[in-house]
């Protein structure tokens, strides 16, 4: 795919995800998924902050039926075929990996994507604020990436969760400004 149509999808998708949100609430930031280890897949992924939670919105295509994981990144490089550049998860505080509702996990622990038979997925994962005193906020994960995996995460062997291959990779960016109401 070219870069304009990359674009144009990633906006398009981008404002379909806003038009979802909870009243008054809008993502301060997003990515746009990009196919790695020989895959097809390609998505968004919206970030907003609801009080001391994170709101996760992904909308997923050209992936395998069944579970993936789905984790937050330390690297916002996504320039490797295989998405190594991205680095491990994104982990401040030194916890174990661990579910999304695991009292002690990964910041970037976000648990696992359900595909459907037709290769789609929309997602919606809340984090809650991790009670490590270490953690720097959400704003952090600007720069960071997003990775969706071929094979579902365990939720507890770490360091990943034996999810396997890495197979899309989206760099967390700011979200773009906007004008009027939604």
């Known amino acids: 795919m070219n870069p304009i149509h990359l674009t144009l999808l990633f906006v398009l998708s981008s404002m379909t995800v806003w038009a979802k949100w909870p009243e008054n609430t809008k993502p301060f930031a997003t990515a746009a998924m990009v196919p790695k280890s020989g895959s097809k897949v390609t998505g968004t992924v919206d970030f907003a902050k609801v009080k001391n939670k994170l709101l996760v919105r992904a909308y997923l295509t050209n992936v395998a039926p069944g579970q993936h994981g789905f984790h937050l990144h330390a690297s916002g490089d996504c320039s490797a075929p295989d998405a190594a550049s991205a680095g491990d998860h994104y982990n401040p505080t030194g916890d174990k990996h661990g579910g999304p ?11 696992n994507v ?7 997925a929309e997602v919606e994962v809340t984090l809650t604020t991790p009670a490590n005193k270490k953690f720097p906020g959400w704003d952090d994960i600007i720069g960071k990436s997003v990775i969706l995996h071929e094979k579902g995460d365990d939720l507890k062997t770490d360091p990943s969760g034996n999810a396997g291959a890495r197979i899309a990779c989206g760099t967390i960016v700011a979200a773009p400004a906007t004008s009027g109401a939604r």
């Open 101 to 111: 509702k695991a009292h002690t996990r990964h910041a970037g622990d976000l648990g």
């Open 114 to 120: 359900m595909v459907n038979e037709s290769g789609n």
